[in-house]
Each structure stands twice: as structure tokens, then as C-alpha cells.
């Protein structure tokens, strides 16, 4: 029976292996996901359990550097850490339209309710002060002659 440091010698071997065997067939993107290499795939045909890819820190050292030069050769896509600064920017400042849009969209909800506001006070000004003009004709009429003007 083998030790643990032999068992981790044997998987970092297969992991060795199996990386060789993918180099020469050329046929990586058929092991990519979601931007990286599918651990379960990986460990599958290594012929051990996906742990051994995160527990064992040769197998995770030489998984980590496949994946860099994967990266640097453009076969995988950035990590989120990788990510230029620009691509960084570009999202805050999207966030920060986005926030612009949603405070002008609410100004401009508010200022037209308001407008609409001001017309319907407008309007009743205007209403009020022809009732004031009838009843001052009113009053002026019952102060020269002592009586009520019909209607």
C-alpha cells in the first residue's frame, strides 16, 4: 500500500500525464468552463477525485500554471482577478451612468408632476379670482342701491 506522498507523487505524475496528452492533441477547449479547465473532467480522466486538484499542492501548483499559460496563450479567457484595469473602469463608470440615468429619469418624473401641479393651481387661481370680480360687482352694486342683483 502506498503512502500519502507517494500517492501525491503518482496523481501529480497522471496530472503531468494527462496535460502532455491534451498538448499534443491540441484539444483544450473541449475542457473548458465558465473561463477555466471543468475540474470534474480533469479529475475524471486523471483517474482520481476532484479534491486532489485543491488538496494536493503539487497537482494544484501545476493545475494553476497550466491555466496562466492557457491564459497567456489566449486559450482561456482573463479570471476576474486578471481583468485589466480599463475593463474595471469601464464597468464603474457604466454603474455610474446607469445611476445618472435613473436620478434624471426620477428629476424629470418629479419636475413634470410638479408642472402639472402648477397648471391645476393655475387654474383654480384664475377661477378664484372671476369669483371675487362677481362678488365685489356684488358688493358695490348692494353699497349704491341697498339691493340684491338677480342672477
Known sequence: MANGQQLAAENLKRFESWSEEREAAGDWVDYIRQGQLNRTEVAAECGFAKSVLRQNPAVK????????????????????????????????????DRRIVTINSRSEQRVKALEEQNAA???????????IKRYRMIDDHLAHTGRMVRP
Open 61 to 96: 501548483t501545476a493545475l494553476g500554471a497550466l491555466e496562466t499559460r492557457l491564459r497567456a496563450e489566449g486559450i482561456l479567457t482573463p479570471s476576474k482577478g486578471e481583468r485589466s484595469q480599463q475593463t474595471q473602469d469601464e464597468a464603474s463608470s457604466a454603474s455610474v
Open 121 to 131: 393651481l393655475r387654474a383654480e387661481l384664475l377661477e378664484l379670482r372671476e369669483q
